[in-house]
């Protein structure tokens, strides 16, 4: 199995940038499809990026689209997102997970089997 820890969260406020990391142990992350994932306090969990074990294919949440950018270094066992330009409304936990099933990762939250704790990111307005 593969065990997940995210960081680079903290408090920033609204139009500010925060990249967020994830490290991957136990296996290497080039087996595994990624994801990101967040929870606002109160909410359900929801999607918001996913790359493919290459790192060639990716997707995003409409609300983020332009602003967030998903990467990973495969080499380097660890996946990144780059948030720009944030919203006091996406305050949240953020998750990363892994899907060893597929070279395509996915917006479906089942399709994970592997999660991190998560990192918390407060934005103030």
């Known amino acids: 199995q593969v065990q997940l820890r995210e960081s680079g969260g903290g408090s920033v406020q609204a139009g500010d940038s925060l990249r967020l990391s994830c490290a991957a142990s136990g296996r290497a992350l080039g087996a595994f499809a990624m994801g990101w994932f967040r929870q606002p306090p109160g909410k359900e969990r929801e999607f918001v990026a996913h790359?493919?074990?290459?790192?060639?294919?990716?997707q995003y949440a409409d609300s983020v689209k332009g602003r967030f950018t998903i990467s990973r270094d495969n080499p380097l066992g660890t996946m990144f997102l780059q948030m720009n330009s944030l919203r006091s409304g996406e305050a949240a936990t953020y998750y990363c997970?892994?899907?060893?099933?597929?070279?395509?990762?996915?917006?479906?939250?089942?399709?994970?089997?592997?999660w991190g704790r998560g990192t918390q990111v407060t934005v103030s307005s």
């Open positions: 997970a892994a899907n060893e099933h597929s070279q395509y990762g996915s917006d479906w939250q089942g399709t994970y089997r592997y």
């Open positions: 790359i493919s074990v290459s790192g060639a294919t990716v």
